[in-house]
T-cell receptor, first 115, second 112 residues
Framework: GAGVSQSPSNKVTEKGKDVELRCDPISGHTALYWYRQRLGQGLEFLIYFQGNSAPDKSGLPSDRFSAERTGESVSTLTIQRTQQEDSAVYLC?????????????FGQGTRLTVV | GQQLNQSPQSMFIQEGEDVSMNCTSSSIFNTWLWYKQDPGEGPVLLIALYKAGELTSNGRLTAQFGITRKDSFLNISASIPSDVGIYFCAGQRSGSNYKLTFGKGTLLTVNP
């Protein structure tokens, strides 16, 4: 596609349920980033994928969070046993060159609301 | 996680006025970035600054990388209604090309 696509755009879930968020990067982009944006806050780094290298998961806030990426394609961010503090917009970005977020394009995000 | 101190939190201005916002940090960054985010969209990079003291312009936007490497400002001249949005500063440390530390944002409203 023309840009980074994220789905769903909005997700409301009950506390304790698992959710899966999807990111389709720009075709050919090897680097993929997940960030979280809580209400009224700046973005927080979650995880970084580069090609087939081991991802940098250092930003994941707890072991309830995990992310996968198959090759250089789609990535999914999974949150298990959701809590109210997980409510946020989850943003995905991709870039064509290794780790250069200054050249990355962000998707529109998935707004997650945990009730 | 750590965040940058960005001010002001919000601004209400008249079309045609100039705007200034800034970010400060207690630690050094190697790169300063300024993003704009429209409602329901992801942030878009406006300006990237790579050297202390650097002053860079992009149309009506001007940004500077502070000499101490702990601060940056963004100016918007002759504002127009489409400048409305949230502006974020972000800092990048050496060896951390993909991890940015963001400010909380400045919400700009432009009255036509």
């Amino acid at each position: 596609g023309a840009g980074v696509s994220q789905s769903p755009s909005n997700k409301v879930t009950e506390k304790g349920k698992d959710v899966e968020l999807r990111c389709d990067p720009i075709s050919g982009h090897t680097a993929l980033y997940w960030y979280r944006q809580r209400l009224g806050q700046g973005l927080e780094f979650l995880i970084y994928f580069q090609g087939n290298s081991a991802p940098d998961k250092s930003g994941l806030p707890s072991d309830r969070f995990s992310a996968e990426r198959t090759g250089e394609s789609v990535s999914t961010l999974t949150i298990q046993r959701t809590q109210q503090e997980d409510s946020a917009v989850y943003l995905c970005a991709s870039s064509s060159r290794q780790g250069l977020i200054t050249e990355a394009f962000f998707g529109q995000g998935t707004r997650l609301t945990v009730v | 996680g750590q965040q940058l101190n960005q001010s002001p939190q919000s601004m209400f201005i008249q079309e045609g006025e100039d705007v200034s916002m800034n970010c400060t940090s207690s630690s050094i960054f190697n790169t300063w970035l300024w993003y704009k985010q429209d409602p329901g969209e992801g942030p878009v990079l406006l300006i990237a600054l790579y050297k202390a003291g650097e002053l860079t312009s992009n149309g009506r936007l001007t940004a500077q990388f502070g000499i101490t490497r702990k601060d940056s400002f963004l100016n918007i001249s002759a504002s127009i209604p489409s400048d409305v949005g949230i502006y974020f500063c972000a800092g990048q440390r050496s060896g951390s090309n993909y991890k940015l530390t963001f400010g909380k944002g400045t919400l700009l409203t432009v009255n036509p």
